[in-house]
T-cell receptor, first 112, second 114 residues
Framework: GESVGLHLPTLSVQEGDNSIINCAYS??????FIWYKQESGKGPQFIID?????DKRQGQRVTVLLNKTVKHLSLQIAATQPGDSAVYFC???????????FGPGTRLSVLP | KAGVTQTPRYLIKTRGQQVTLSCSPI?????VSWYQQTPGQGLQFLFE???????NKGNFPGRFSGRQFSNSRSEMNVSTLELGDSALYLC?????????????FGPGTRLTVT
């Protein structure tokens, strides 16, 4: 499949460990944030979202934390599995999804 | 339900040529958005079409254009190709296009300009 990014920062974790992927966003006026997962040869896939009036949201094995003070977003993946290996990137924008800006991404590599 | 399909998956063109990429949205989806993804710039929004009308546009030169047909299928055209146009071009479809979380992405077309 296509390589999404040859020079992305890489996070390597052992299978079963927890992963934390970070994202610094740029616009303090952004109201809405999304984390995407992109596997090789595929388009981005929605994982979880969070609105600016929240600081934490949990999904299945994933948690997103939002720190508006320092404009920081993180994605925590519990009990990381080989199938979690992918590029993860955040996106910020308006509440209705307008003017979305995507982060550069982090490559997550799960070690057996 | 079939997902978003894009054709072709891979394309090699020469600088100065033009190219047309195609996107078929999920059945029932009326909004199609196009994105360019490169290692250096990441994912960047090109434009969005809804009911055959361009509704939103990103910050790309006029060489990049698109259209949408009555069946919601969309095409993107790049004229006078430059080396820097080499990228993965993604389209995403949604019912209304107003919420980013509603978007479903296709696998992309990898364009290489030589």
């Amino acid at each position: 499949g296509e390589s999404v990014g040859l020079h992305l920062p890489t996070l390597s974790v052992q299978e079963g460990d927890n992963s934390i992927i970070n994202c610094a966003y740029s616009n303090s006026a952004s109201d809405y944030f999304i984390w995407y997962k992109q596997e090789s040869g595929k388009g981005p896939q929605f994982i979880i979202d969070i609105r600016s009036n929240m600081d934490k949201r949990q999904g299945q094995r994933v948690t997103v934390l939002l720190n508006k003070t320092v404009k920081h977003l993180s994605l925590q993946i519990a009990a990381t599995q080989p199938g979690d290996s992918a590029v993860y990137f955040c996106a910020e924008g308006g509440e209705k999804g307008q003017n979305f800006v995507f982060g550069p991404g982090t490559r997550l590599s799960v070690l057996p | 339900k079939a997902g978003v399909t894009q054709t072709p998956r891979y394309l090699i063109k020469t600088r100065g040529q033009q190219v047309t990429l195609s996107c078929s949205p999920i059945s029932g989806h009326r909004s199609v958005s196009w994105y360019q993804q490169t290692p250096g710039q990441g994912l960047q929004f090109l434009f969005e079409y809804f009911s055959e009308t361009q509704r939103n546009k990103g910050n790309f030169p006029g060489r990049f254009s698109g259209r949408q047909f009555s069946n919601s299928r969309s095409e993107m055209n790049v004229s006078t190709l430059e080396l820097g146009d080499s990228a993965l071009y993604l389209c995403a479809s949604s019912l209304s296009g107003t919420a980013a979380y509603e978007q479903y992405f296709g696998p992309g077309t990898r364009l290489t300009v030589t």
